[in-house]
Nanobody, 128 residues
Framework: QVQVLESGGGSVQAGGSLRLSCAVS????????MAWFRQVTGKEREAVAV????????YYADSVKGRFTISHDNAERTLYLQMRSLNPEATAMYYCAAQIVWCSPALVARRPEFFTSWGQGTQVTVSS
């Protein structure tokens, strides 16, 4: 079974940057559909960015376009989310998710149930 483990969260002031990492283990297949979701208490989980690692295609939420970058190191089996120009609205628990199939990132972004492997989450707090 695929396991994912996030790291890299923390506290930062508005305008700052953070990079989240997600290590993938438990499966030897190189094609994944992977994503970063975030959730604020009391609100629905929303997709921040999705990547199809074999095709390299991506999806970004409108609120993060131009500031966040999702990437994948296939050799290291690690997913990244580089976050720049952070604002307080980015404060949330960030989750890494994976599914061992090809995907269309824009389609699965609205279907968190598509992903079968989830991490425990890493907190990101942005202060003004």
């Amino acid at each position: 079974q695929v396991q994912v483990l996030e790291s890299g969260g923390g506290s930062v002031q508005a305008g700052g940057s953070l990079r989240l990492s997600c290590a993938v283990s438990g499966y030897n297949y190189s094609a994944y559909c992977m994503a970063w979701f975030r959730q604020v208490t009391g609100k629905e989980r929303e997709a921040v960015a999705v990547i199809s690692t074999r095709a390299g295609s991506t999806y970004y939420a409108d609120s993060v376009k131009g500031r966040f970058t999702i990437s994948h190191d296939n050799a290291e089996r690690t997913l990244y989310l580089q976050m720049r120009s952070l604002n307080p609205e980015a404060t949330a628990m960030y989750y890494c998710a994976a599914q061992i199939v090809w995907c269309s990132p824009a389609l699965v972004a609205r279907r968190p149930e598509f992903f079968t492997s989830w991490g425990q989450g890493t907190q990101v707090t942005v202060s003004s």
